[in-house]
């Protein structure tokens, strides 16, 4: 039978990491996987979590089955935490399932998507997050991409306007909510209320893949456009990841929630979802879910928290204000005007693919093909090393004179 598989297709991310892996020369510098990093390198365990888990240990409750659902004062937490609390709110018309972190929310939502409309098209930003096309099409979906940066590298307002007037009623629209990955174009408030007036006119759905809030401009600025589309529009579907904002990367949380019009749809959609739960992996790990429940439900950790995801904004926000800085000391200030423009954990320099190969071979800096690089994982006394790399694969002079190792 395994003779019979064609040669899969590798995940391009995890290439670069394992090839970094076997890099030995000391000065590289690992920008692939969107995690964070502190000064040291070191991903940290954040505080809140730390102080969650020894409550956990201290109380040492019952490892038995939460059900299909998963945990389901975390489910709770996560409505109101992503739609804000208090009755006569869209979190009211909405029902969530835990879900092994934002990937597997995503993939919930799919089959969820596919079990209701089978033909369905979900449109998806082109550039993309490199999962999301993947765990579309493997669910079974249409995937049709829509532009997303105008000719300055900003988000491309009327663009993507026009496209999405393509849309047929009761397509899909996949957006993220903030911190756009790859590209770290955000829209402003205003084009998100001009897609949410896109959607209700068209009759599409908007599907926000939540994975970074609290990194960008604040937890409750990141939250914002998420919350204007569910008060607006009838369906809709969000993806929630706990993996970078509470630091539970291999823990695998998220959530998966519904809005829906009628309390009835919402019923339903829960039900399905538990069942597509139910025949992945039946239900979801429950330590990292007790963690955030934990942190959100006692007002001292919550606050904690909250004082924690600022510092790592700020230190992000700090790494881009620096390479710019140094960019432009370089004469580079066209592309320091664009990278200074984004938002959140990544950038996308403006390099073409044998551009970041050359910075790979030549410079031993890591990112990905697109471009795309973590800002969050680089120390600031590397920035002017990694400024320079940018500055010299940019040199027409140097790319004559360069020859690539094999």
Not at 265 to 271: L, Y
Not at 347 to 357: G, I, R, V
Request: proline letters at 6%; aromatic letters at 6%; hydrophobic letters at 40%.
């Amino acid at each position: 039978m395994l003779e019979l598989l064609p040669p899969p297709p590798t995940d391009p991310l995890w290439d670069l990491t394992y090839e970094f892996g076997s890099d030995d020369r000391p000065e590289r510098l690992n920008l692939v996987l969107g995690v964070y990093r502190d000064q040291t390198g070191t991903t940290p365990v954040m505080a809140a979590v730390r102080e969650a888990e020894i409550r956990l240990a201290e109380r040492s409750e019952s490892k038995e089955y939460r059900g299909l659902s998963g945990n389901a004062a975390f489910n709770r937490s996560l409505l109101d935490l992503v739609l804000g609390a208090g009755p006569g709110g869209p979190g009211d018309r909405a029902a969530a399932v835990q879900t092994v972190a934002g990937s597997g929310a995503l993939r919930l939502l799919a089959d969820l998507i596919w079990r209701t409309r089978p033909g369905t098209t979900v449109w998806v930003s082109d550039p993309a997050y490199v999962n999301h096309r993947p765990i579309l099409e493997a669910a079974g979906l249409k995937v049709r991409p829509y532009g997303w940066r105008d000719a300055e590298g900003g988000f491309d307002t009327a663009g993507v306007l026009r496209e999405l007037r393509e849309a047929r009623r009761d397509d899909v629209v996949l957006l993220q909510g903030c911190c756009h990955n790859p590209t770290g174009v955000d829209p402003l408030l205003e084009d998100w209320e001009a897609l949410a007036e896109s959607a209700v006119r068209g009759g599409w759905v908007p599907f926000v893949d939540l994975a970074y809030h609290g990194l960008g401009d604040g937890l409750e600025a990141d939250l914002l456009a998420t919350r204007m589309l569910a008060a607006r529009v009838p369906e809709m579907l969000i993806a929630v990841s706990c993996s970078k904002n509470f630091g539970l990367y291999s823990d695998r949380v998220g959530c998966a929630i519904v809005l829906g019009a009628t309390g009835r749809a919402v019923r339903h959609a829960e039900t399905a979802l538990q069942n597509a739960a139910r025949t992945l992996y039946s239900m979801p790990p429950e330590h990292g879910a007790a963690v955030v429940t934990t942190i959100l439900e006692d007002e001292g950790l919550r606050a904690a928290w909250r004082a924690e995801l600022d510092v790592m904004r700020d230190r992000i926000m700090a790494n881009r204000a620096d390479l710019t800085a140094h960019l432009s000391a370089l004469g580079r200030t066209e592309q320091a005007r664009s990278l200074a423009r984004q938002k959140g954990m990544f950038s996308m320099l403006p390099l073409t693919p044998h551009q970041m190969l050359r910075l790979r071979r030549q410079h031993a800096i890591y990112g990905t093909t697109s471009g795309r690089i973590n800002i969050a994982g680089i120390p600031a006394h590397r920035i002017p090393c990694l400024a320079r790399g940018i500055a010299a694969v940019l040199d027409p002079a140097d790319a004559r004179r360069s020859v690539l190792p094999a």
